[in-house]
């Protein structure tokens, strides 16, 4: 594929942004003419055709926000901020699930501490949720976890998927996986004890993050904790959140 012109990759950058709120500056050039490269090859069109196929077509809307989208996410990733995990922290949404590592996570983390909590697991990304819901990973993504962790919540995988795990299906239901654009869906109807939204709002920019953040405290309870990623902050930005340590803020 040729590479974009300058105009054609201000316009994906305009949609990607008014769809996701992810904000591609011009070092993601080389990124997003790659990513869209693949899309393109396969239907067999140029970058303005595609441009059109992508304001009309919202399944391949989607499957352009997949591809351009940074899904990197791992077991027990910054799980230090695990430790605002409580027994009153039944009710948990993992904004941003990605393929679903992060929800496991918290899930097996929980029973560990002696409860069942329930999960609501939600990304932008199709491709990622099913990930989610499949619950198969390499076993090389195991690295972070205790060996009797693992021995307790993952099934291995044999014949042709002897390299691969299964999240056992006890952990598993606990987790629900749902399709949810923190730009543009209205909020569940429930209230969640604690909020993780990590690694996310990174890509967003000063409006959009202050948007998020106000979507998301109007259903964390009272004194819910509002967990963010290590190389985020919500300083400078407008909120009604309390800062308690790096990442881990409270609604008070
Ligand atoms: C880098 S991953 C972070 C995954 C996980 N939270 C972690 O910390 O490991 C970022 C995720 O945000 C999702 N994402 C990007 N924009 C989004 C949006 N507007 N609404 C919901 N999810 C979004 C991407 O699809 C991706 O899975």
């Known amino acids: 594929m040729k590479q974009l012109t300058k105009r054609q990759f201000k316009r994906y ?3 990607v942004y008014n769809e996701s709120g992810i904000k591609l500056n011009e070092d993601k050039w080389q990124l997003l ?8 090859r396969k239907l067999g069109v140029q970058a303005d055709k595609y441009l059109s196929i992508i ?3 919202h399944d391949e809307l989607n499957l352009f926000l997949d591809a351009i989208s940074t899904n990197h996410t791992y077991f027990f990733r910054e799980s230090k901020s695990f430790e605002f995990l409580d027994t009153s922290c039944r009710n948990i949404w993992c904004a941003a699930s990605s393929s679903g590592e992060e929800p496991y996570s918290l899930a097996t983390y929980c029973l560990e501490l002696g409860f069942e909590p329930s999960i609501l697991a939600t990304d932008i ?10 619950a198969i990973y390499p076993k090389k993504c195991l690295s972070n976890i205790p060996k009797h962790m ?18 056992k299906q006890n952990i598993r239901r606990i987790v629900k ?18 909020i993780f939204c990590r690694n996310v709002m990174i890509y967003f920019d000063i409006p959009t993050k202050e948007a998020v953040i106000r979507k998301l405290f109007k259903v964390l309870k009272q004194d819910g904790y509002f967990i963010i990623g290590g ?9 009604s959140l309390k800062y308690i340590e790096p990442s881990i803020y409270r609604k008070i």
């Open 231 to 239: 190389a985020e902050s919500l300083s400078g930005l407008n909120h």
């Open 150 to 167: 693992i021995r307790r919540y993952f099934q291995k995988g044999t014949g042709k998927w002897e390299d691969h795990v299964r999240v």
């Open 55 to 57: 304001e009309k077509d």
């Open 125 to 134: 990304s199709d491709s990622c949720l099913d990930k989610g819901r499949r």
């Open 33 to 40: 003419n790659a990513r869209i490269g693949k899309r393109i």
């Open 13 to 15: 950058c305009d949609i």
């Open 177 to 194: 996986f749902e399709k949810f654009n923190l730009l543009k869906d209205s909020p569940p109807s429930k209230i969640f004890d604690i």
